[in-house]
């Protein structure tokens, strides 16, 4: 009697082969401005994280925080205003609500959308004060790409809080559309508004 064996297929372990944020979301994905490639942290052995808490003291040298995840960074500035401060698995939350949105909306992956919001986000030129003792007038100066990155995050997590205050819409629906509107560089934004109000008074001082 012949003895048939099946074969088995052996499965690979839930998440082996590949990191997905919040074990849904591909981090495969580019980073379309050439200055800010080596400042974003994505899509990398180390920023390639499940959940967006590493727990990194980031703080502690200049420039290192241009290692920490991008989505970290984001929950990060999420956790604004005394209230909310060392909330961070609230803040996560919000964030893992607002990707789903997004993803729901664009029908893209949020990362891109997100790195494309950070990239559009930051103004280009800003006002400086020059000139010591009495004298000082405002001069036109370019503004750094990290600075860009930074600014940028700050004034999306700024726009959602606003827009949420004293809102029936919760704040991970804001945060979605402040994202959404930045990445297409639409007025509706806050973050877009104030980039060319930035931009507007760094041209008068030029």
Do not use: W
Request: net charge positive.
């Amino acid at each position: 009697m012949e003895q048939v064996t099946e074969k088995q297929e052996v499965k690979s372990k839930f998440f082996e082969n590949e990191v997905k944020l919040f074990g849904t979301y591909d981090y495969n994905v580019p980073v379309e401005d050439i200055t800010q490639m080596e400042l974003i942290a994505v899509n990398s052995s180390k920023s390639n994280v499940f959940i967006p808490h590493t727990s990194g003291r980031y703080q502690v040298k200049r420039f290192r925080k241009a290692t920490c995840p991008i989505i970290e960074r984001l929950t990060n500035c999420m956790m604004r205003h005394g209230r909310n401060t060392g909330k961070k698995n609230l803040a996560i939350q919000i964030v893992k609500e607002a990707m789903d949105i997004i993803s729901l909306v664009t029908g893209k992956n949020p990362l891109e959308t997100l790195l494309k919001a950070i990239s559009l986000g930051g103004p280009r030129e800003d006002s400086a004060r020059t000139g010591s003792g009495g004298t000082a007038k405002k001069s036109s100066v370019d503004v750094s790409p990290m600075k860009r990155v930074n600014l940028s995050m700050y004034l999306m997590c700024t726009g959602a809080r606003k827009a949420s205050f004293r809102n029936i819409r919760n704040i991970a629906e804001c945060l979605a559309d402040e994202i959404i509107a930045c990445s297409q560089g639409a007025p509706s934004s806050f973050a877009i508004r104030k980039k060319e109000e930035i931009e507007r008074g760094a041209k008068a001082n030029r």
